[in-house]
């Protein structure tokens, strides 16, 4: 009797140490801890159907597809396993192939088997080329089997996300919340979430719990330094990077990782440093390149962002992982070397033109208002200014939502780009959207007095006055602007009043202003000339 219940204690022991490290090599792969992962599972997978389909998981994430294909291979007729092998097939771009076996596990669910939807759904969710809404119908069909279950609605939550549905996803994460088993990882979701709408404040409040709930997750450290970089706080961005790098398994991958938010945190020749060491160590994977090239363009090395801007582009054979900001910084790059190559300065203002456009091919479901933004900026650091407002232009045209700093930047690159008359209409429709909007009036009355460049017309006096009557106080440069502008065209029309009212304002301003003592001056000799004539006339 004591054997058999010897027996039974150590057979209930395993079972309790297997069932642990199942779910700690799940909560690695959920943390993109692959190495982690794969040393929790090994001892275990041969005895355990889950165990194993999570092993084939961590060398997939370590993109080992020939080692994740062996292990699915072990029990091909287990659904974890045909799963898995599903992933390997969308990994070499067999997607058919891998919708008809995921298609196969459901067919096969019994009433109470919620894992075959959710395995299923979790190979599209996380591979690219399924169709992301099969994914949400067996998402919600294994939480009709088991409503309590955090890591589908997670799971949920990213499918809703790849819909670009951010309002499901948000709701999805939240319920997983509720339940409570896997809140670090659900908290980071969350945070990610609001960091992607802007919500900066709800970002870093989501990623502090996450960071509560689990301190091993590397996820919040990695997703913080993300936040405080926008947020122009660059030391609190190093200082998560370090936190993140320091929680993950330092794999190649997170080092390159490490080597992003060092560029991130403005760390740029930190950043090529790393990039370097993981080359000389034989790593030669694209990103690499991409990286030094972007940290090379911020150091304003031109010639070393455009050769490795070029490796990089010649190395990434999937088209499908050249991003946006590639086009960016390449268009950048070359509006860069049109300044410093001046015999070339065409073909390279050319360049930059195709990149600069190619943006909006990339992704063509990106948000339209965000591209077009990133272009115009980009133009704006090439100091190409005319096209800057052109792309701010297009920015406020798209974005039903723009904000008066987009109107603003339409208004004052076409400006500055001496599109004078351009910038008129983008000022005038500011006023219109914007009408409280204390600036506007003074870039009204400054681009009117660059279109009324001999101030005859006096096409600015109305925005100048209208500016000048504001409250708000002014810079001492707009009101020189304003005053010389209000002087130059009241002399122009002969009314020495109003003429000379705005040249004293410029003369209490400036007293050796050479304009405002040249008119008044003339007034003064204008009076003396006078003057002897009406004595004269009066014997």
Known sequence: ???????????????????????????????????????????????EDQANYLLGLS???????????????????????????????FAEGKKDEAAKQLLAIVDKAKKKEWEKYKVAADAITYSNGGNIQDAITWYQKALEINPGEANTLIGLGDAYLKARDGGNAMSSYEKAVEKGTNNSLAYSKIGSLWYAAHKYEDALKNYNLAKDQDPSNPLPYKELANAYYRAGKYDNALTNSEKFLSLSDKSIDDQITYANLLFLSKKYPEAQAKIQELIGKGVDKPYLYRLI??????????????????????????????????????????????????????????????????????????????????IAEGYRETKEYAKAGEWFGKTVAADTAATNLDYFNWGLYLYYGKKYQEAASAFAAMKTKFPDEAITPYWQGRTAAAIDQDAKTGIGVPFYKEWLASPKEHKDADLMNAYQYLGYYYYNTNNEKEAMEWINKVLEKEPGNEFANQVKDYYAKSKAKAAPAKGKGGK
Do not use: C, W
């Open 59 to 89: 060398e997939l994430g370590m993109e080992n597809k020939d080692a994740a294909r062996q292990i699915f291979s072990k029990n091909p007729e287990n659904f974890y396993n045909q799963a898995g092998m599903a992933r390997v097939l």
């Open 293 to 374: 090239g972007y940290s090379a363009y911020e150091t304003k090395d031109y010639e070393k962002a455009r050769t490795n801007m070029q490796q990089f582009f010649n190395k990434q054979k999937d088209a499908s992982k050249i991003i946006g900001d590639d086009y960016i910084y390449y268009g950048k790059i070359m509006g860069a070397m049109a300044g410093i190559d001046t015999p070339h300065a065409k073909m390279y203002n050319d360049s930059a033109d195709y990149y600069f456009n190619q943006v909006t091919v990339v992704d063509p479901t990106a948000n339209k208002a965000t591209l077009f933004r990133q």
């Open 1 to 47: 009797m004591k054997r058999l219940i010897a027996i039974a204690v150590a057979t209930s022991l395993a079972f309790h140490v297997g069932a642990q490290s199942v779910q700690e090599g799940e909560k690695m792969i959920n943390y993109g801890r692959f190495e982690s992962a794969k040393k929790a599972l090994e001892s275990i997978a041969g005895k």
